[in-house]
């Protein structure tokens, strides 16, 4: 892991502080580097100065990578998109945790007053079996996706539903389904888990489709099918080390996994598969 | 002013197909009049979708169940990350849920009023009816509604509309609707009917003997460039927001779909209709990437005020009910906080520019949920709207609890987009446009809550039905990737690539994309001017010139390469601009969010002129460098008086 050429840029500090003299940050990146799937990588130094601390994490890449250009380097790839925590786009490690020391905040959401001056910060992409590295911070994430492709929906084609009334679904159960399926996809349990399981991710899809009424008639296979379709994706087991719900962005509970493990549990004895 | 155009007047390009009769049966008379697709024969027909947010994955889903062979295709790594996900506040329906006299009729009512009078008839009645059928769907794949607790639907108000009839999932309804078509389309996907491929970026559209049979994408991950053909193509793309640098649309979103399929021959309808939202969070940087929404529902219990005396610099606690203007009360007793968007951004504007804004800047206004909390207590409204309390808490490092939220009004949607007939088809036979990407339903402004209702209707009701008139209407000769019109779409593409490649310039694009971006807030944005928008005419095609002379491209083609992407995008956007203020200047009126200073009531409302502009106007392309011509689709309103727009 050798330091690539180290490069000083400047980062644009607002004036919005008071009377405009808000000091910025002087901050130290080691980034990883890697040009493609498969290929070497390493992580590369860089030296940003007056950074503004009213700034995104991500607007900080921003500046980084204006400067990289403009001194005609290749700038750090890295996935967002709606920079507003929802779309699961973004996502990175930034020293050591996924999506960074702030509690149940993306990557996107974290802003720089989070971090000190003269600090030093190591942000490399997810690490995961399931997730291959494809360029710099960025990983291929589709075997969520695949899961999902596995059971993860209720059966019903458009226009075969009864009056949205009719299906009546007490408070606390359309919450308890809310709060499962706040997920954002974004991964972030796999790369902090030590055994890259997927569980907190597949907990919460079971669980908030358990919770309603519909879809009850394919809940065992939906267990069953999307717990298979993880494990052929190249994810880990779950060892109940909790990594996942501490780096959750969503703040997905940990009894969605005990959940998962009921529905799997069940729907094996009454498919008598396993 | 020089006449770039020629105005082409009611033109005979521009067949709306929309039915007679009464409004009430136009739909259901229409889809009996259409011609059908046996179940045997659709698995004979390719579709292609491209975007998968409301309007493109509920299509895509559902045409797969009807039986058609559907590709659908994605910017994204996922359909998931579709935009739709960051819609927070809710989607309309005329359910009636809430006994509190709300029906079809005055849904279509209040969107026709809403738009400020320039949107068809006939299109927005339909939207109201299927409104209901869409709440039934998403309950039924499980998407998580707010519930009363007794088990029933609970609803909330928006702007623009008197009865409480927005659904809502917590202030992220966008994202529970998108997964549940997501889910649904992923259930396709599972089952092998339906094609899948996402990180695709479409470049252009093929046409072959005046019909859209194909796409060329560019795949974002490992450069290739790939032909798809079809017997129809879905643009469900989304909005050119962007186009302002700054919006509260997503990093990705874009024009390009749009406009090449524009140059192959679609007519691009109303592009200057753009939304304001009023509610978003300020600028706090020239580093700033982009703008955060707060929900139009915020202003169901918050209150919009300035101080009273002009610089009252005192914090916001320490200045008295009597020192504080709330100006939309004031100026509108009977819809108070909750006018439309159009004229709540306005508002705030106006006072800004008075010089009663608050903040280090003065360029915002104060959201106060001071009353609301001592009314109904913390804990009602942390439930409420705890997330976006939260996200605006992380943003700013302000606690919206304890101090009101700053707030000003920024781009985020666009009303205008692709022309399309009453099928949702474009002026190329064989390409159908859904969503924000067309230019149909809301107007010259968009009601609350109902751009999620569009979404959804276009692609699970409305396209699954019209898309036989073209696939059982048309012959349709056999087309294959090798077809010369692929080889000349794809060689363009790679050209343009190559271009890019090879300038090796000075600046960034985002350089280009953000002072394009400045110069469409001040001359295109809330307010626009004659001269203003000559003005900007002519410094977008300066900054094109420069952008086509300067930009540096690091890298190659053949991976992902992030300035590649976004290089197409500004390109596209710096000749896009210039049509939008074409657009803006020759509609010589205000309406909805197109407001002309030169157009205004002695209030400051906008000033329609039905004499002359109660139409659509959509553009032609011509060829690159020579002026679009202007053709007029007439609107006519015969359920809805053209009035001037009252929420007194």
Same mark, same amino acid.
């Given at each position: 892991m050798s330091a690539a050429s180290p490069t000083a840029v400047q980062g644009a500090a607002s004036p919005t502080g008071a009377a405009g003299t808000k000091q910025g940050l002087k901050l130290v990146l080691k980034v990883w580097r890697q040009g493609a799937r498969g290929a070497p990588g390493q992580f590369e130094t860089h030296e940003l100065q007056?950074?503004?601390?009213?700034?995104?994490?991500?607007?900080?890449?921003?500046?980084?990578?204006?400067?990289?250009?403009?001194?005609?380097?290749?700038?750090?790839?890295?996935?967002?998109?709606?920079?507003?925590?929802?779309?699961?786009?973004?996502?990175?490690?930034?020293?050591?945790?996924?999506? =960074?020391? !702030?509690?149940? *905040?993306?990557?996107?959401?974290?802003?720089?007053?989070?971090?000190?001056? /003269?600090? *030093?910060?190591?942000?490399?992409?997810?690490?995961?079996?399931?997730?291959?590295?494809?360029?710099?911070?960025?990983?291929?994430?589709?075997?969520?996706?695949?899961?999902?492709?596995?059971? %993860?929906?209720?059966?019903?084609?458009? =226009?075969?539903?009864?009056?949205?009334?009719?299906?009546?679904?007490?408070?606390?159960?359309?919450?308890?389904?809310?709060?499962?399926?706040?997920?954002?996809?974004?991964?972030?349990?796999?790369?902090?888990?030590?055994?890259?399981?997927? &569980?907190?991710?597949? =907990?919460?899809?079971?669980?908030?489709?358990?919770?309603?009424? #519909?879809? #009850?008639?394919?809940?065992?296979?939906?267990?069953?099918? &999307?717990?298979?379709?993880?494990?052929?994706?190249?994810?880990?087991?779950?060892?109940?080390?909790?990594?996942?719900?501490?780096?959750?962005?969503?703040?997905?509970?940990?009894?969605?996994?005990? !959940?998962?493990?009921?529905?799997?549990?069940?729907?094996?004895l009454r498919s008598g598969s396993r | 002013m020089v006449p770039m155009v020629q105005d082409a007047g009611r033109s005979t390009r521009l067949d709306s197909k929309e039915p007679s009769g009464p409004i009430a049966d136009r739909w259901s008379q229409h889809k009996f009049n259409l011609k059908l697709v046996a179940p045997a024969n659709r698995r004979r027909f390719q579709v292609i979708v491209v975007g998968t947010g409301l309007a493109g994955a509920s299509a895509a889903a559902t045409l797969s169940e009807l039986g058609y062979k559907v590709k659908a295709l994605c910017i994204h790594g996922s359909p998931r990350r579709a935009h739709s996900i960051a819609a927070q506040g809710g989607i309309n329906a005329a359910k009636n849920y809430q006994n509190d006299g709300d029906s079809v009729h005055r849904l279509f009512y209040d969107t026709v009023k809403g738009g400020d009078f320039r949107a068809r008839e006939s299109n927005v009645h339909r939207l109201a009816e299927i409104s209901t059928q869409i709440i039934d769907q998403c309950v039924a794949q499980g998407v998580p509604f707010a519930r009363e607790y007794g088990g029933t639907l609970a609803n909330r108000s928006f702007g623009g509309a008197q009865v409480s009839r927005t659904f809502y999932a917590r202030g992220q309804t966008g994202q529970q609707l998108l997964l549940g078509a997501y889910s649904a389309m992923m259930r396709q996907v599972g089952s092998g009917a339906l094609d899948l491929l996402p990180d695709r970026e479409m470049l252009d559209l093929v046409v072959v003997d005046g019909v859209a049979r194909g796409v060329i994408v560019r795949h974002l991950r490992t450069g290739a460039i790939e032909r798809h053909a079809a017997d129809a193509v879905l643009l469900c793309t989304g909005g050119y927001g962007n186009v302002f640098y700054l919006s509260t649309n997503a990093k990705n979103s874009n024009v390009t779909a749009s406009w090449r399929a524009h140059k192959r021959g679609a007519f691009f309808a109303n592009p200057c209709f753009t939304q304001i939202h009023p509610t978003c969070i300020p600028v706090s940087g020239s580093y700033q990437s982009k703008l955060t929404l707060m929900s139009e529902?915020? $202003?169901?219990?918050?209150?919009?005020?300035?101080?009273?005396?002009?610089?009252?610099? @005192?914090?916001?606690? #320490?200045?008295?009910?009597?020192?504080?203007?709330?100006?939309?009360?004031? @100026?509108?007793?009977?819809?108070?906080?909750?006018?439309?968007?159009?004229?709540?951004?306005?508002?705030?504007?106006?006072?800004?520019?008075?010089?009663?804004?608050?903040?280090?800047? %003065?360029?915002?206004?104060?959201?106060?949920?001071?009353?609301?909390?001592?009314?109904?207590?913390?804990?009602?409204? $942390?439930?409420?709207? /705890?997330?976006?309390?939260?996200?605006?808490?992380?943003?700013?490092?302000?606690?919206?609890?304890?101090?009101? &939220?700053?707030?000003?009004?920024?781009?985020?949607? *666009?009303?205008?987009?692709?022309?399309?007939?009453?099928?949702?088809?474009?002026?190329?036979?064989?390409?159908?446009?859904?969503?924000?990407?067309?230019?149909?339903?809301?107007?010259?402004?968009?009601?609350?809550?109902?751009?999620?209702? !569009?979404?959804?209707?276009?692609?699970?009701?409305?396209?699954?039905?019209?898309?036989?008139?073209?696939?059982?209407?048309?012959?349709?000769?056999?087309?294959?990737?090798?077809?010369?019109?692929?080889?000349?779409?794809? =060689?363009?593409?790679?050209? &343009?690539?190559?271009?890019?490649?090879?300038?090796? /310039?000075?600046?960034?694009?985002?350089?280009?994309? @953000?002072?394009? %971006?400045?110069?469409?807030?001040?001359?295109?944005g809330m307010a626009r001017t004659r001269e203003g928008l000559a003005k900007a005419k002519a410094r977008i095609a300066e900054l094109r010139e420069a952008f086509w002379q300067d930009i540096r491209i690091p890298g190659d083609a053949e991976n992902i390469n992030q300035e590649l992407e976004k290089a197409g995008r500004v390109a596209d956007f710096l000749e896009f601009a210039e049509l939008f203020a074409e657009d803006a200047s020759v509609r010589e009126e205000s309406c909805g969010g197109h407001f002309r200073e030169e157009y205004q009531t002695p209030e400051g409302e906008a000033l329609r002129d039905d004499e002359n502009f109660c139409h659509a106007a959509a553009w032609e392309f011509q060829g690159q460098g020579k002026p679009e011509a202007r053709h007029v689709e007439p609107l006519t309103f015969e359920y809805v008086k053209l009035t001037q727009r009252s929420y007194k």
């Amino acid at each position: 892991m050798s330091a690539a050429s180290p490069t000083a840029v400047q980062g644009a500090a607002s004036p919005t502080g008071a009377a405009g003299t808000k000091q910025g940050l002087k901050l130290v990146l080691k980034v990883w580097r890697q040009g493609a799937r498969g290929a070497p990588g390493q992580f590369e130094t860089h030296e940003l100065q007056n950074v503004s601390t009213d700034m995104s994490f991500l607007e900080m890449l921003d500046v980084l990578n204006e400067g990289l250009i403009r001194e005609g380097k290749d700038p750090v790839a890295f996935e967002h998109d709606c920079r507003e925590g929802i779309c699961g786009s973004c996502g990175f490690v930034i020293n050591g945790q996924a999506h =960074g020391p !702030q509690k149940e *905040t993306t990557v996107c959401q974290l802003h720089m007053r989070s971090f000190r001056s /003269g600090e *030093t910060l190591v942000i490399e992409p997810f690490r995961a079996t399931a997730f291959p590295i494809l360029k710099d911070l960025v990983v291929d994430r589709s075997a969520f996706d695949r899961i999902v492709a596995a059971g %993860g929906y209720v059966s019903v084609n458009t =226009g075969s539903a009864p009056d949205a009334n009719a299906i009546l679904i007490p408070k606390d159960n359309a919450e308890r389904a809310f709060d499962a399926a706040a997920c954002i996809g974004c991964g972030a349990c796999v790369a902090a888990c030590p055994n890259g399981s997927a &569980m907190l991710f597949v =907990g919460a899809k079971v669980s908030h489709l358990a919770a309603l009424p #519909q879809g #009850q008639s394919e809940r065992d296979h939906r267990a069953l099918d &999307m717990v298979a379709a993880m494990d052929k994706e190249g994810f880990g087991d779950c060892s109940n080390h909790l990594e996942c719900v501490a780096s959750c962005p969503k703040g997905i509970a940990g009894t969605n996994i005990a !959940q998962l493990n009921r529905e799997f549990a069940k729907a094996s004895l009454r498919s008598g598969s396993r | 002013m020089v006449p770039m155009v020629q105005d082409a007047g009611r033109s005979t390009r521009l067949d709306s197909k929309e039915p007679s009769g009464p409004i009430a049966d136009r739909w259901s008379q229409h889809k009996f009049n259409l011609k059908l697709v046996a179940p045997a024969n659709r698995r004979r027909f390719q579709v292609i979708v491209v975007g998968t947010g409301l309007a493109g994955a509920s299509a895509a889903a559902t045409l797969s169940e009807l039986g058609y062979k559907v590709k659908a295709l994605c910017i994204h790594g996922s359909p998931r990350r579709a935009h739709s996900i960051a819609a927070q506040g809710g989607i309309n329906a005329a359910k009636n849920y809430q006994n509190d006299g709300d029906s079809v009729h005055r849904l279509f009512y209040d969107t026709v009023k809403g738009g400020d009078f320039r949107a068809r008839e006939s299109n927005v009645h339909r939207l109201a009816e299927i409104s209901t059928q869409i709440i039934d769907q998403c309950v039924a794949q499980g998407v998580p509604f707010a519930r009363e607790y007794g088990g029933t639907l609970a609803n909330r108000s928006f702007g623009g509309a008197q009865v409480s009839r927005t659904f809502y999932a917590r202030g992220q309804t966008g994202q529970q609707l998108l997964l549940g078509a997501y889910s649904a389309m992923m259930r396709q996907v599972g089952s092998g009917a339906l094609d899948l491929l996402p990180d695709r970026e479409m470049l252009d559209l093929v046409v072959v003997d005046g019909v859209a049979r194909g796409v060329i994408v560019r795949h974002l991950r490992t450069g290739a460039i790939e032909r798809h053909a079809a017997d129809a193509v879905l643009l469900c793309t989304g909005g050119y927001g962007n186009v302002f640098y700054l919006s509260t649309n997503a990093k990705n979103s874009n024009v390009t779909a749009s406009w090449r399929a524009h140059k192959r021959g679609a007519f691009f309808a109303n592009p200057c209709f753009t939304q304001i939202h009023p509610t978003c969070i300020p600028v706090s940087g020239s580093y700033q990437s982009k703008l955060t929404l707060m929900s139009e529902s915020l $202003r169901n219990d918050g209150r919009v005020w300035v101080p009273k005396a002009k610089g009252d610099r @005192r914090r916001a606690d #320490q200045i008295p009910d009597e020192d504080r203007d709330y100006y939309l009360e004031r @100026r509108y007793p009977s819809f108070g906080n909750l006018v439309p968007r159009d004229v709540a951004s306005r508002a705030a504007k106006e006072r800004c520019d008075a010089g009663f804004g608050v903040g280090e800047t %003065g360029m915002s206004v104060f959201l106060d949920f001071r009353d609301a909390i001592q009314r109904d207590g913390e804990a009602t409204i $942390r439930a409420k709207y /705890g997330n976006l309390f939260q996200m605006y808490e992380r943003i700013t490092g302000e606690d919206p609890y304890k101090v009101p &939220m700053r707030m000003y009004p920024a781009v985020h949607y *666009t009303m205008g987009g692709l022309w399309v007939d009453y099928n949702l088809e474009s002026t190329v036979p064989g390409l159908f446009v859904l969503g924000e990407a067309n230019f149909s339903d809301h107007g010259a402004n968009r009601l609350g809550a109902s751009a999620l209702m !569009q979404g959804l209707a276009d692609g699970y009701f409305v396209v699954p039905a019209t898309i036989a008139s073209h696939l059982a209407g048309r012959v349709l000769p056999k087309v294959t990737t090798d077809h010369p019109a692929f080889a000349e779409a794809e =060689g363009a593409a790679r050209a &343009m690539t190559q271009r890019f490649l090879d300038l090796r /310039g000075t600046r960034t694009v985002d350089s280009y994309h @953000r002072e394009l %971006g400045l110069l469409m807030w001040d001359e295109c944005g809330m307010a626009r001017t004659r001269e203003g928008l000559a003005k900007a005419k002519a410094r977008i095609a300066e900054l094109r010139e420069a952008f086509w002379q300067d930009i540096r491209i690091p890298g190659d083609a053949e991976n992902i390469n992030q300035e590649l992407e976004k290089a197409g995008r500004v390109a596209d956007f710096l000749e896009f601009a210039e049509l939008f203020a074409e657009d803006a200047s020759v509609r010589e009126e205000s309406c909805g969010g197109h407001f002309r200073e030169e157009y205004q009531t002695p209030e400051g409302e906008a000033l329609r002129d039905d004499e002359n502009f109660c139409h659509a106007a959509a553009w032609e392309f011509q060829g690159q460098g020579k002026p679009e011509a202007r053709h007029v689709e007439p609107l006519t309103f015969e359920y809805v008086k053209l009035t001037q727009r009252s929420y007194k």
